[in-house]
C-alpha cells in the first residue's frame, strides 16, 4: 500500500462520512443551493480526488518506507497540547505551563533540574506577565485564582 | 501620481510617530528572530504573536505584523549562508551557493549582498504595491458576486497548480480546507453546520489555530526528539563588505529578482518559493560561467534573496486591493485587519487610508531599517541558532499555546490547533503541502456566499458566470490551468513543477 494510495482511501471514507452527516441540512435545490449543498459538493469533489489518488497513487512510496523515529516524543507534546485544552481552565495558565514545561524539560528531555526550574519557571510566569498583565490579553486563572 | 505622493505622505506622517516607528523597529527584529530560527516559519510566528497586536490601534498592528512578515523574509537567509538550514521555504535556493561561499571564508559578503538584494527588492516591490493596488481595487468595485466566485475559484486551481508537488493532492488540500471552513453557522439560512453542540463552533474554524497547528505544532512534531547541535559559522563585521566585482556581479541578478519575483509574487501559490527557483535556474542559463553555480556563485545570492522578499510583498497587492489572499500569510494580515474590525476588501483602501498608506510608508522604513540593522547585528542573530532545540522547541510550543487561546480566549481553539498539528503531521508524512488547506479554510465563507448570491441574483440561472465578460476570463483561466495541469500525466512526462519539487527535495 502506498502513501498515495492510503491518503486517498482516507479522502474518500471522509467524503463519504460528510454527506451521511450533512443529511440533517436542508439541501436546497440547483438554482437555489440550501445550507447542505455546499457541504455535498465538496464531499463528492473530496472523493473523486480521494479516487484518482487511489488510481494513479501505484507509484508512490511505500507506507512502510515511512519512518516515524519521532513519534514517541510527538505524541508526548501533542499529549501536552491536550492537557493544556482540558486543564488551562480548570487549574489556571500558571500551573498548567508549569506542568507541562516541567514535563518536556525533566522527563522529556532530561535537563539538569536547576535548569528544568529555573526555565520553567520563568517561562510560564514571564509569559503570563507579558499577556495577561502587561498586555491586558486576560489568561484563565483556574479555580484557586491562580 | 500626485494624488499617490499626497497619500504617500500621509503614510509617512503616520508612521513617524515615536510609537509607529517603534513597533516597526520591533516588528523586524521579531521578524528576523522568526526567520533565523529553524521552524518558526513567518506564518507560525506571525499567527503566534497576533495577540499581542489586540492592545494596540490598527495602524500599528498591521505595521508590526508587516515587519515580522518582511523580517523573516530578511532572517531566513542567515541560516541557509551559515548552516545550510532554510530558515524558512523561500530560503532554499539561497542554501546551495550562499553555503557554498561560506565555506570558502566568503560568508560576510553572501550575506551582505543577500541583505542588500533584500533591501532593494523589498523598496521597490513596495514602489510596485503603491502604484498597482488602488487602481486594482478601484477596478475590483465593479466586482459582484459571479466575479468573486469565479475569481476565487481560479484563484484555487492556480493555487493547486502553483504550489509544489501533486496538483490532486493540492487540490485535495484545497477541498479539505474548504470543508473545514464549512463548520459553523450557516451565513444565509443560520443554520449550525458540523458543530455537534459545541457553541464555540458557531463562528466557524479560526485561521489562527489552523495556521498554528499546521504550521507551528506539525513543525515541532516532525522534528521532535532532535539531538544534533548545529554547527554555526559566525562572521565579523569587518568581513561583511563585499568586493566591487561581487557587488557588479549583483547587479543584474538583483533587478532581475525584483521584477521577477514582484510579479510572481501576485500570483496564488507558493509564490516566493516558485521566484526564488525561477530567478536561480534564470541566473544560471544566462550566466557566462555557469559552471561557477553550486560553487558559491554570488549571483546564486543576490537573485533568489531579491526575488523572494519582492515576492512576499507582490503577494500583499490582491489582499489589500480585493481583500482576496493568495497564500496562507496574506490570510493571517487579512485576518489580523479583521480582528481589528477593519473589512478587507476593494474598499479598503478609500475607507482605510491611514492604515493603508501607513503600512506602505511602514515598508519603506522598514525595509531601511533591516539592511541597517541586520548586518552589523548579524553575530548577535546567529546567537540565537546556538540555543539547544531541546530548549528551543517547548519554549516555542508554549507560545502556540498562549497565542491561539488569547484570540478568542477559547479553549476550543487550542484543541483545534492540536488537532491541526496532529492532522499536518501526518499530512507532511504523507507528502502533502499544508498550505492550500489554510486558504480552503479562510476563502470557504467567502465563496460559497458568493456562489449562492450570484444564483440568487440570476434567479437559479448558472450561465450568469459565463455571461459576465470578468467572471468568464476568470473560468477559462481556471480552466487553462487545469489543462496544464492535465498536460504532463497526458504527455508522461516530467513538467517544470515535478523538477521543481524534484530540486526543493534534494536540497
Redesign the interface.
Known amino acids: 500500500m502506498t502513501?498515495?494510495r492510503?491518503?486517498g482511501t482516507f479522502?474518500i471514507l471522509?467524503g463519504l462520512f460528510?454527506i451521511w452527516?450533512r443529511r440533517v441540512?436542508?439541501l436546497g435545490?440547483?438554482?437555489?443551493?440550501?445550507?447542505?449543498y455546499?457541504?455535498l459538493l465538496?464531499?463528492i469533489?473530496?472523493i473523486l480526488?480521494?479516487g484518482?489518488?487511489v488510481i494513479?497513487g501505484g507509484h508512490?512510496?511505500a507506507l512502510r518506507s515511512?519512518k516515524?523515529?519521532?513519534a514517541?516524543?510527538?505524541m508526548?507534546?501533542?499529549g501536552?497540547?491536550?492537557f493544556?485544552?482540558?486543564g488551562?481552565?480548570t487549574i489556571g495558565?500558571r500551573v498548567t505551563?508549569v506542568l507541562?514545561?516541567g514535563f518536556?524539560?525533566g522527563i522529556l528531555?532530561r535537563?539538569k533540574i536547576w535548569q528544568v526550574l529555573a526555565?520553567t519557571l520563568s517561562?510560564?510566569l514571564g509569559?503570563f506577565w507579558?499577556?495577561d498583565t502587561f498586555?491586558?490579553?486576560?489568561?484563565?486563572r483556574g479555580g484557586f485564582g491562580f | 501620481m500626485e494624488g499617490n505622493l499626497q497619500n504617500l505622505f500621509l503614510g509617512f506622517s503616520t508612521v513617524f510617530t515615536a510609537t509607529n516607528l517603534f513597533y516597526s523597529l520591533i516588528g523586524c527584529l521579531i521578524g528576523t528572530m522568526v526567520g533565523v530560527l529553524p521552524g518558526v516559519g513567518p506564518l507560525a510566528g506571525i499567527s503566534m504573536l497576533l495577540p499581542t497586536t489586540f492592545g494596540l490601534n490598527p495602524a500599528s498592528a498591521i505595521i508590526l505584523l508587516a515587519g515580522i512578515y518582511y523580517g523573516a523574509m530578511y532572517g531566513g537567509s542567515t541560516t541557509s549562508i551559515l548552516m545550510r538550514i532554510p530558515g524558512e521555504a523561500a530560503s532554499v535556493m539561497t542554501c546551495i551557493d550562499g553555503y557554498a561561499m561560506a565555506q570558502k571564508g566568503r560568508a560576510g559578503p553572501a550575506l551582505a549582498i543577500a541583505a542588500i538584494g533584500s533591501y532593494i527588492a523589498g523598496t521597490l516591490s513596495v514602489v510596485g504595491l503603491m502604484f498597482l493596488a488602488p487602481p486594482l481595487a478601484r477596478f475590483a468595485l465593479g466586482f459582484g458576486p459571479p466575479e468573486y466566485f469565479c475569481l476565487l475559484l481560479c484563484g484555487m486551481v492556480v493555487l493547486g497548480y502553483m504550489t509544489g508537488g501533486s496538483v490532486v493532492k493540492n487540490l485535495s488540500m484545497i477541498v479539505l480546507g474548504l470543508l473545514f471552513g464549512m463548520i459553523g453557522i450557516d451565513q444565509m439560512t443560520g443554520y449550525f453546520r458540523f458543530s455537534y453542540g459545541i457553541v464555540a463552533l458557531g463562528d466557524g474554524i479560526g485561521i489562527v489555530p489552523v495556521a498554528v497547528g499546521l504550521f507551528g505544532i506539525s513543525e515541532i512534531l516532525a522534528t521532535a526528539g532532535q539531538t544534533k547541535r548545529p554547527v554555526v559559522i559566525k562572521p565579523r563585521f569587518r568581513d561583511l563588505f563585499p568586493s566591487r566585482e561581487e557587488l557588479r556581479d549583483s547587479v543584474g541578478p538583483i533587478g532581475r529578482g525584483t521584477v521577477m519575483g514582484f510579479l510572481i509574487g501576485i500570483i496564488p501559490g507558493s509564490a516566493h518559493i516558485i521566484s526564488t527557483f525561477v530567478s536561480y535556474a534564470l541566473e544560471r542559463r544566462i550566466s557566462k560561467h555557469p559552471e561557477r553555480f553550486g560553487k558559491g556563485a554570488i549571483e546564486g545570492v543576490a537573485g533568489p534573496e531579491s526575488a523572494n522578499n519582492a515576492a512576499s510583498e507582490g503577494a500583499l497587492v490582491p489582499m489589500l486591493a480585493l481583500g482576496v489572499p493568495t497564500g496562507p500569510i496574506p490570510a493571517v494580515l487579512l485576518a489580523a485587519l479583521m480582528v481589528h474590525g477593519i473589512n478587507p476588501g476593494p474598499l479598503f483602501i478609500k475607507e482605510q487610508p491611514v492604515i493603508f498608506w501607513g503600512l506602505i510608508a511602514s515598508m519603506y522604513v522598514g525595509n531601511l531599517v533591516l539592511l541597517l540593522l541586520n548586518l552589523p547585528l548579524v553575530s548577535i542573530f546567529v546567537n540565537f541558532l546556538r540555543v539547544p532545540y531541546k530548549v528551543l522547541y517547548p519554549t516555542i510550543l508554549m507560545f502556540c499555546v498562549v497565542g491561539v487561546y488569547a484570540v478568542n480566549s477559547s479553549l476550543v481553539d487550542v484543541g483545534i490547533m492540536s488537532i491541526m498539528g496532529l492532522l499536518g503531521y501526518v499530512l507532511r508524512k504523507m507528502d502533502f503541502e499544508t498550505a492550500p488547506m489554510v486558504l480552503g479554510v479562510v476563502l470557504a465563507p467567502i465563496i460559497e456566499v458568493s456562489f449562492r448570491q450570484a444564483l440568487a441574483m440570476s434567479n437559479g440561472e448558472y450561465s450568469i458566470f459565463v455571461q459576465r465578460p470578468i467572471s468568464a476570463v476568470f473560468l477559462v483561466g481556471a480552466l487553462a490551468m487545469i489543462l496544464l495541469a492535465l498536460k504532463p500525466l497526458i504527455m508522461k512526462k516530467k513538467d517544470w513543477r515535478e523538477r521543481l519539487t524534484e530540486a526543493e527535495k534534494s536540497n
Not at chain 1, 435545490?29 to 447542505?36: A, K, L, R
Not at chain 1, 498586555?135 to 484563565?140: F, H, I, M, R
Open positions: 502513501i498515495d492510503v491518503s479522502f471522509l460528510v452527516e441540512l436542508p435545490t440547483t438554482g437555489n443551493p440550501g445550507p447542505g455546499f457541504p465538496l464531499a469533489l473530496l480526488l480521494g484518482l489518488l494513479h508512490a512510496i515511512v516515524w523515529p519521532e514517541r516524543t510527538a508526548a507534546i501533542l501536552c497540547c491536550i493544556a485544552t482540558l488551562m481552565e495558565y505551563m507541562i514545561l518536556l524539560f528531555e535537563l526555565l517561562l510560564a509569559s507579558l499577556f498586555l491586558k490579553v486576560p489568561l484563565p
